[in-house]
């Protein structure tokens, strides 16, 4: 299927039109500032404070982008095999309790860098597991991969919900709750590298998932672009038609991205469980799994556009935390409202500003649109 | 107390637990028929709830209430409408979209508002829709077998839930008599026939979102002004997303959404009148978890097929 829409030059596709519908996002969410009373530019610039203003301000925001990273990744990775994976919030609940599983079970005998790797395994395979019977249905089935990834998601608060009451609870404690971990099942955090820059960082939960969430956003790179794999998960996802001529099994593409996006959503589990937390308790994903929708969308898929999207969002999240301390009226909801206008703005309705786009490029400069030369033609 | 009464009181509950499950379910059946997949349910659902309790709160009216709910409901729906059928927009993005912004919206305009952390204030029975009890309730109820379910269950429910039942054997006239019903499923089956036929698909597809919207604004409003006195933060707790859940469960038609969406309200009416008992046997979050299961398994093809509309989620593209 051709896209209904004529071609633009590559930074305005990825980068332009991402920012516009941004802005336009941004300005509904200011509308809503209004509505409520308060003056948009300065929560703005109180948002802005908040999420860079300082050493440990910038370290909040890495630390809530290294969620977004992940489950920002997990969507994408799905979305180039023509899947949307909706259920990154389960996906990271159930590798949270893989995470925990080790924890609790290693932390009392080795250090925190024999029970790390271990814990990576855990969390990716319990979230690729929770990913693998909406996959299987998707492949074999048919069933509606959006549909059966919503119910996994209630299906693992579920699930959540027994295991801290039951198995996972410590006796005699009353709270859904594991155990805190001990220091075998801490991650260091990366408060030094701030403050080698002079910033007395003291205490934040930015630690080494952050790092890993990077190396595994450059893996993902490799394996999207550079693997045969990645071609054909990239081919399934522009046309099934096209993967099924050139001999491509739809079945295994479908399973195995699955479980690479279910196995990335589980990792998200490893930066609040053990970097932060240090137990397994019932809101750590936070709605993590759905702003990673948000994060992919901005990102246009490509794992560097993620990590700048998921730290947008991370400046958000943090400095919406600051900016509700400043006014009290806007809690920190609104930055559910800013996630929902960039969903609307940059995903469902990502094409409303292109004709416009064009037609000012195709009166600027008819070549960058691809109009002049006939003969190139071929799209 | 004999198992007879608690039976009742159990079917009363699942009643009044129904009611928003099956108007989001009809209002997910009308978009869904059309070929717009519609997962923002949960969402129209809460700022319909949220807009009908402000209302009425500040209006002291009831109907008024319903009236911006319901309005409040259909804009959203509109807003959906442009992203996915003006501007061809994914569906699933622009639902994930609305519910964010509903959530999000109901409680900082709450909060900016009316100052009690995001709720509305406690409406009083004017700006409630009370129970109405039928003729004859006090009369009867002392009949045996007849009474109580005449009394409990027939009776003393609120005007929208008569609504929500009544609106299952429209749904059906609506959709299986009416010009209107047999274009809307062909243009979820097959859009270029409509339009090839001479007639607009975006419009029927708008009238279609229209449908959704009212009928989620009214589910909205029967949690905020019938079920509760006032919104309370996140009140439609997963609702949507259980009727989604009914509305495949039902393979997309309206009377089997009824029996799907009185299932679902029984399996939760039922989890919470006998909590300890059946926490003896199975874990009660396996029971919250059913609906959810039981549609899986639906989708999976092992007990019956849920087939879609043919043309769900796909925008039309006119030929040219």
């Known amino acids: ?20 519908n941004l802005l336009v996002a941004f300005l509904v969410a200011g509308l809503v500032v209004l509505l409520v009373g308060e003056n948009p530019l300065r929560a703005a610039w109180a948002m802005v404070e908040g999420a860079f203003g300082s050493g440990r301000n910038i370290a909040y925001t890495l630390y809530f982008a290294t969620f977004f990273i992940f489950t920002g990744l997990a969507v994408a990775v799905a979305l180039h095999a023509g899947l949307f994976n909706i259920g990154g919030e389960g996906q990271a609940f159930v590798g949270g309790l893989g995470v925990g599983i ?13 029970t790390f790797p271990i814990a990576i395994v855990a969390s990716a395979a319990f979230g690729a597991a929770w990913a693998a019977i909406p996959a299987y249905l998707q492949a074999y089935r048919g069933s509606h991969i959006v549909i059966t990834t919503i119910m996994f998601n209630y299906i693992a608060s579920s699930l959540m919900v027994f295991m801290l009451n039951g198995p996972l609870k410590p006796l005699g404690s009353m709270a859904p709750q594991t155990r805190p971990f001990e220091a075998g099942a801490q991650l260091p955090k990366l408060n030094w590298v701030f403050n080698l820059f002079g910033a007395n960082v003291r ?6 998932s952050f790092i890993l969430a990077l190396i595994v956003a450059f893996l993902i790179w490799l394996l999207v672009w550079r693997t045969k794999f990645g071609y054909e998960m990239r081919t399934l996802g522009h046309s099934p038609k096209a993967a099924k001529y050139a001999g491509m099994s739809e079945k295994r593409i479908i399973i195995i991205t699955m479980l690479i996006s279910g196995a990335l959503a589980g990792m998200m589990a490893l930066n609040p469980v053990m970097g932060d937390q240090h137990n397994v308790s019932l809101d750590f994903v936070a709605g993590a799994g759905f702003v990673g929708i948000a994060v992919a969308l901005i990102g246009r898929g490509h794992p560097a556009g993620i990590v700048v999207a998921a730290i947008l969002f991370g400046a958000l999240y943090q400095g919406g935390t600051e900016l509700s301390f400043q006014m009290p009226d806007i809690t920190r909801d609104m930055i559910v409202i800013i996630q929902g206008l960039v969903i609307l703005f940059a995903g469902a309705l990502e094409h409303m500003f292109r004709p416009q786009v064009q037609t000012l490029f195709a009166s600027l400069s008819p070549r960058s649109v691809g109009l002049a030369p006939a003969k190139s033609g071929g799209a | 107390m004999d198992l007879f009464e608690t039976l009742v009181q159990v079917f009363g509950s699942t009643i009044r637990v129904s009611v928003p499950l099956l108007l989001a379910c009809l209002a997910g059946l009308y978009s869904e028929r059309s070929g717009v997949f519609d997962i923002g349910l949960e ?12 209302a009425a709160a500040v209006f002291h009216s009831a109907w008024l209430g319903l009236g911006v709910g319901v309005l409040v409901s259909t804009a959203l729906s509109l807003v959906h409408g442009f992203a996915s059928i003006t501007h061809r927009g994914n569906q699933i993005v622009s639902g994930v979209a609305i519910n964010f912004i509903a959530a999000g919206s109901t409680v900082i305009l709450g909060q900016a508002w009316f100052h009690q952390g995001g709720r509305t204030p406690a409406l009083t029975p004017v700006e409630r829709f009370e129970p109405i009890k039928l003729p004859f309730a006090d009369a009867l109820s002392g009949v045996p077998v007849i009474g109580p379910i005449y ?6 429910q609120s005007l929208i839930t008569y609504i929500a039942f009544l609106m299952v054997p429209v749904t059906w006239w609506v959709l299986y008599r009416t010009r209107f019903g047999l274009r809307l499923r062909a243009v979820g ?3 270029a026939a409509v339009d090839t036929a001479g007639i607009s698909v975006a419009w029927l597809r708008y009238r279609a979102v229209i449908c959704t919207g ?7 409003c029967y949690l905020s002004m019938a079920q509760g006195a006032g919104f309370v933060k996140d009140m439609t707790a997963g609702r949507g997303y259980i009727a989604l859940a009914a509305l495949i469960f039902a393979k997309w038609r309206p009377v089997p959404a009824m029996f799907a969406c009185l299932l679902f309200g029984f399996l939760d009416a039922a989890a919470i009148r006998w909590q300890s008992q059946l926490a003896q046997i199975v874990p009660v979050q396996v029971i919250q978890a059913l609906p959810y299961i039981l549609t899986v398994v639906l989708l999976a093809g092992f007990i019956g ?8 989620g796909v925008p039309y593209v006119k030929e040219r």
């Open chain 2, 189 to 191: 089956e097959n859009p």
């Open chain 2, 151 to 156: 009394t409990q269950l027939l009776s003393g």
């Open chain 2, 43 to 54: 969402g129209k659902m809460l700022a319909g709830a949220f807009a009908g309790a402000a």
């Open chain 1, 102 to 114: 080790v924890a609790l079970a290693l932390d009392r005998y080795v250090p925190w860098w024999v």
């Open chain 1, 203 to 208: 205490s934040s939960p930015l630690n080494i």
């Open chain 1, 1 to 20: 299927m051709s896209a209904p829409f004529a071609k633009l030059p590559r930074w305005v596709d990825y980068g332009l039109i991402p920012v516009i």
């Open chain 2, 214 to 220: 009212i009928l989620c604004g009214v589910a909205g």
């Open chain 2, 305 to 312: 097929k849920a087939i879609p509309p043919r043309a769900g």
